[in-house]
Structure formats: structure tokens, C-alpha cells
């Protein structure tokens, strides 16, 4: 069994209901961190995670959306008085930015993240009873999606990009898909250009995996995604957590 706990369901506009992208996965005595965007650490802290119990974090892409909010969470190993260092992969591009940001933003004095660059491929991770999938995808920089299995549960997520059939091969059976959806049907042309996915386009992933949850969400996407209804389907909120 493995839990989920939606801490960040927004895209990378700013709203008061719905933060920037971040996902926890807790499964096998493990803690894996799916993105880290701003505010990240709050998050944890208000569900009663420490940022010191997380055993790795799968960062998607360079976009701030997804990344900002390292610097957040390695402040806040300083202040739980925690010398653990934060493991963190992701695509190279997206990994090489992040001592830059560290050397300019700080913090400097807490313990130094060690980085784990991924090509844009499909790479294996294992982490005790857990077993990670990158999953290449269609976006507008190099991004990867990722899957998470346990002995009997299987999560994936899309991270940012247009439907793709990368994702459709690795969610086919999961029990869950997380899937961006960033705009209504009406801006396909905005989300062919911008690498995204429309709601039109995100409701043709139902009955892939057991339950389908559209993430990312703009709120110019959010009036029509409540018109998708069905056993299938849940649409996340901060502070969500469903158990697979
Ligand atoms: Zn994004
Ligand atoms: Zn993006």
C-alpha cells in the first residue's frame, strides 16, 4: 500500500487554495518527495512531516513552478537541526541550476543537497522496497515523469507536458495517474505551444490507471475539470491524501 498526499495541486499561477506543484508519496517506510515547488516545506510541516525524514526527492523539470522550493526545504533541515542531506534527482539541466540558486539565494549554511542528474530517459532508481521508473515526456525543456512501485501498488505522475504515449504505456494498470491538466479545451492552441495538456485531452486518460487525478491545475481549467464526474476521477485539493 502506499499513501499520496497532495500538498500542492496548483500550476504556476499563484493562488490561495491551491500551491505550487508537490507531491509526497509515502510507501515502504519511505518518504519520496514528486516535485518542490514554493511553499513546499509549510506544506509538510502543516500534514506533520519533517523535511528531515524525506528519503528523495524527484524534481520533473527546471521550470521555478517545480523547483523554488528547494531552498525552502533545505532551510528547513537547518531549522529541525538536521545534518541529513537532501537526495535530489532530476533532469541535468534542472539539477545543474540548483547550486547556482543555492550559491545566490542561500541558504549557505545548511547541509548541501547531493545531486543526482538523469538523462531523458527511462532510468531505474531503487529505494528499499521501492522501485522508481523515469519516464520520459513531451514538454518545452527536457522533463521526466516518474512511476513509483511497491509490491502491490503502482503511481505515476506526468509532470508537465502534453499527453504523451510514454505515460499511457507506464499507467496502463497503475493505481493511480497523476496527470497535469493546465488549461480549458478552448486554449488547445495555447497548450500545443506552452507543451501542456487541455481538460478535453486529460478526460481521455479516464480508465487508464484505476483513478485518474488531474493536477497542475490552472484556474482557468478549473470550472470545466468539475464537469468531469465519475467513480474514476478525483479532483485533488491541498491536503489531500488517498491511500492506493
Ligand atoms: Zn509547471
Ligand atoms: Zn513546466
Not at 29 to 36: E, H, R, S, T, Y
Not at 44 to 68: A, M, N, Q, R, Y
Not at 108 to 120: D, E, H, M, Y
Not at 140 to 147: I, M, W
Amino acid at each position: 500500500m502506499a499513501k499520496i498526499y497532495f500538498l500542492g495541486t496548483g500550476g504556476a499561477g499563484s493562488y490561495v487554495s491551491r500551491g505550487y506543484p508537490a507531491y509526497l508519496v509515502e510507501a515502504e517506510d519511505k518518504l519520496v518527495l514528486l516535485d518542490a515547488g514554493f511553499g513546499v516545506d509549510a506544506k509538510l510541516h502543516s500534514l506533520g512531516f519533517k523535511v528531515c525524514d524525506i528519503d528523495l526527492v524527484l524534481v520533473s523539470h527546471e521550470h521555478f513552478d517545480h523547483l523554488l522550493g528547494i531552498t525552502g526545504l533545505l532551510n528547513a533541515l537547518v531549522e529541525e537541526r538536521c545534518s541529513k542531506q537532501l537526495v535530489v534527482y532530476g533532469p541535468q539541466r534542472a539539477i545543474e541550476s540548483i547550486p547556482l540558486i543555492i550559491e545566490r539565494t542561500g541558504p549557505r549554511n545548511a547541509p548541501k543537497p547531493v545531486l543526482k542528474p538523469l538523462s531523458i530517459d527511462f532510468n531505474e532508481i531503487s529505494l528499499g522496497g521501492i522501485h522508481i521508473k523515469s519516464i520520459p515526456v513531451d514538454h518545452s525543456v527536457p522533463t521526466l515523469g516518474y512511476s513509483i512501485s511497491t509490491r502491490d501498488s503502482k503511481i505515476v505522475y506526468s509532470a508537465d507536458t502534453r499527453p504523451t504515449r510514454n505515460i499511457v504505456e507506464e499507467a496502463r494498470g497503475a493505481q493511480i495517474l497523476l496527470h497535469e491538466v493546465s488549461m480549458p479545451s478552448s486554449m488547445l492552441n495555447t497548450a500545443l505551444v506552452t507543451k501542456h495538456t487541455t481538460v478535453g485531452e486529460v478526460k481521455q486518460l479516464l480508465g487508464i490507471a484505476e483513478i485518474l487525478a488531474p493536477i497542475h491545475i490552472m484556474h482557468v481549467a478549473e470550472e470545466e475539470l468539475r464537469r468531469i464526474s465519475g467513480r474514476k476521477i478525483i479532483i485533488p485539493v491541498d491536503g489531500l491524501i488517498v491511500s492506493v
